[in-house]
């Protein structure tokens, strides 16, 4: 079993949607959450931290349930712009293989 | 501050030919780090530093050697370059495992 799941989509929704993914992690004792943003042939970029408390950026929100071993995040009123790849990470080098997110217009 | 740059950005080799890929960091990390990516597949890590004069194998090490002679450079050698290692090469650092990583922009290699 992988240490960091994802589905690899992609994900197809309109502009305006609203879409959520999730990452399952396999260690329990992981402390550290992120999620990176990469867009086609560039690097992964942070998006964001992934806090116990949940956080929320903007159109973005992240959380983690430590119970199921799982981060989510979710974007509100999707752009055209937010079209990408989105990478969870639980630290410790791991990452997750990524989840393609295109928005139609 | 010019965060984590790459050297070069494109380059192609011949099977059996060596060359040494740069990653320079400003950002005073103890952590550096090399991936691949290849086409539909996650970053998958090569070797990593967790400071100067130190390095550890990763997921994918074979082919590959490493040093990090300075705290802001990590180099990553191919010593006789095969078609496999056909990728975009990902330079990352970090003040420590518990935080985000910082990536450069990638050196992207073909081997003919």
């Known amino acids: 079993r992988k240490e960091v799941e994802q589905d690899p989509g992609p994900f197809n929704v309109p502009e305006g949607a609203t879409v959520a993914f999730n990452c399952t992690y396999s260690n329990s004792a992981s402390q550290s959450f992120f999620w990176y943003r990469q867009d086609c042939r560039k690097e992964p970029k942070l998006l964001m931290s992934v806090y116990s408390s949940g956080n929320e950026d903007g159109r973005f929100t992240a959380q983690l349930n430590r119970a199921s071993q799982y981060i989510s995040l979710l974007i509100r009123d999707s752009k055209l712009s937010d079209s990408a790849t989105y990478l969870c990470?639980?630290?410790?080098?791991?990452f997750g293989q990524g989840t393609t997110l295109q928005v139609k217009p | 501050n010019a965060g984590v740059t790459q050297t070069p950005k494109f380059r192609v080799l011949k099977t059996g030919q060596s060359m040494t890929l740069l990653c320079a960091q400003d950002?005073?990390?103890?952590?550096m780090y090399w991936y691949r990516q290849d086409p539909g597949m996650g970053l998958r890590l090569i070797h990593y530093?967790?400071?100067?004069?130190?390095?550890a194998k990763g997921e994918v090490p074979d082919g590959y050697n490493v040093s990090r002679l300075k705290k802001q450079n990590f180099l990553l050698g191919l010593e006789s370059a095969a078609p496999s290692q056909t990728s975009v090469y990902f330079c990352?650092?970090?003040?420590?495992?518990?935080?985000?990583?910082?990536f450069g922009p990638g050196t992207r290699l073909t081997v003919t």
């Open positions: 950002m005073n990390h103890e952590y």
């Open positions: 990352a650092s970090s003040y420590s495992d518990y935080y985000e990583q910082y």
């Open positions: 530093s967790v400071g100067e004069g130190t390095t």
């Open positions: 990470s639980t630290g410790k080098l791991i």
